[in-house]
Nanobody
Framework: QVQLVESGGGLVQAGGSLRLSCAAS?????????MGWFRQAPGKEREAVAA????????YYADSVKGRFTISRDNAKGTVYLQMNNLKPEDTAVYYC????????????????????WGQGTQVTASS
């Protein structure tokens, strides 16, 4: 079992940057989990933004954020990050951190149904 708490959201002008953090707590170390960031805009389905395996060996990015967003993790600190640069108005959404028990094969997962644990979300707004 793991509890996830996101932080770092806010209002930023288009072209600006934000760094989201996801702090994990519970009996199990963050190294036992593959992690993902998802987002949901009003009236739209939740979509994957980025994902990272438990060893950081593999990452995934949605086409819409490639070259602008970077996912990383610090297992010792129990924290996953999403660095977001050159934000666009279409990036406006509630961003969620998610975890799933690690896959030793190193498979990367980017569908919401693959993740069992979720944070409460943090709002990101990029104004034009």
């Amino acid at each position: 079992q793991v509890q996830l708490v996101e932080s770092g959201g806010g209002l930023v002008q288009a072209g600006g940057s934000l760094r989201l953090s996801c702090a994990a707590s519970g009996r199990s170390s963050l190294s036992n989990y593959d992690m993902g960031w998802f987002r949901q805009a009003p009236g739209k389905e939740r979509e994957a933004v980025a994902a990272i395996t438990w060893t950081s060996a593999r990452t995934y990015y949605a086409d819409s954020v490639k070259g602008r967003f970077t996912i990383s993790r610090d297992n010792a600190k129990g924290t996953v990050y999403l660095q977001m640069n050159n934000l666009k108005p279409e990036d406006t959404a509630v961003y969620y951190c998610a975890a799933r028990c690690r896959d030793y094969r190193g498979t990367i997962y980017y569908t919401s149904g693959s993740y069992a644990y979720w944070g409460q979300g943090t709002q990101v707004t990029a104004s034009s």
